[in-house]
């Protein structure tokens, strides 16, 4: 039997409704987790999470510690049932969840983290208006060379921001130059392109503004070392220490998402089963564009945990999730 890794998924997944299917199911989940961020936060959470509406939910200041809780609470569940990750690993936003996984955060250090991250992204955004788009059928090299035309002919920020998979690329930055960039890769020959509903230009220079700020928040965290083997989706890399997943975490808000290069190194580490924990399903086809043939699964709603916890649990320790 190969290994598992837990996946967690970041800003464009949200959907109105997440959670709600889980905290149906395990009611606990409200008193350890939705009760408690509402207090922590100072908004009502488990009601823009499970009843919208979409236009709040989209707000990144909502989106951010929204997304975290709904992938803590079933992070929960999958281990309340006795499932545990041979690695893991969280995409941009993910990479929260990913630490309190591995036991780098707790998940209210985690949770007040994610809440500045969002207040410090949406107010650059407020003061330069950008966004994201994702490339697909292109490759890296090309989307870098075009990315320097559109920025070079709008004289606006226009950058790479993730590598999701081998013809998959997201870009960021203002608006007139993410623009022309969009036009430029289309003469290309790109197969589609798909502007993203991030709210704003993450991943990219323009944040640098806020960078100071947000450095100073991770200071205050206590970061402890991981004790599961942890994978940045920002470097790519295995993180070996707390203080390494700190510098990670300030190095995201203006550095690329190498996505592609986290889940090889996984792959080459023998893992061959990927379990997106959270809302969506983003992942788990990333996952299988980086590695054809790897088996995912998910937990957006109470079936598949049931599922997931049937595939990684042997029957007599997981009959508490039927």
Not at 262 to 273: H, K, L, P, Q, T
Request: glycine residues 10%.
């Amino acid at each position: 039997m190969g290994r598992t890794a837990f996946v967690f998924p970041g800003q464009g997944s949200q959907r109105v409704g997440m959670g709600l299917d889980l905290a149906k199911q395990w009611p606990y989940l409200t008193d350890t987790y939705y009760g408690p961020a509402e207090e922590l936060l100072g908004m009502p959470i488990s009601a823009l999470c499970f009843e919208g509406p979409a236009e709040a939910l989209a707000d990144m200041r909502v989106t951010q510690p929204a997304m975290l809780l709904t992938s803590v609470a079933a992070l929960d569940v999958l281990r309340s049932h006795g499932a545990a990750p041979d690695a893991v690993a969280g995409h941009s936003l993910g990479e929260f969840a990913a630490l309190v996984c591995a036991g780098v955060l707790d998940w209210k250090d985690a949770l007040r983290v994610v809440q500045v991250r969002g207040e410090l992204m949406a107010s650059v955004t407020e003061s330069v208006p950008g966004r994201m788009a994702a490339v697909l059928g292109l490759s890296l090299a090309q989307v870098e060379q075009l990315c320097a035309r559109a920025a070079g002919e709008t004289d606006c920020v226009v950058e790479i921001a993730n590598h999701n998979d081998p013809t998959q690329v997201v870009v960021s930055g203002q608006v007139e130059g993410v623009d022309r960039l969009v036009e430029l890769v289309g003469e290309a020959g790109a197969d589609r392109v798909v502007v993203l509903r991030i709210g704003g230009p993450a991943h990219c220079s323009l944040m640098g503004r806020v960078a100071p700020e947000f450095a100073a928040v991770l200071a205050d965290v206590e970061f402890c070392d991981p004790v599961v083997p942890l994978y940045s989706g920002t470097g790519g890399a295995l993180v070996t220490s707390g203080d390494e997943a700190r510098e990670f975490l300030r190095a995201q808000l203006t550095g690329r998402v190498l996505w592609t290069d986290a889940v090889r190194r996984m792959s080459a580490a023998g893992v061959d089963r990927f379990v997106e924990v959270g809302q969506g399903k983003a992942l788990s086809g990333l996952c299988t564009r980086i590695v054809p043939g790897v088996a995912t699964l998910r937990t957006t709603d109470a079936q598949q945990v049931k599922t997931t916890v049937s595939a990684l649990v042997r029957p007599a320790a997981s009959e508490g999730a039927a």
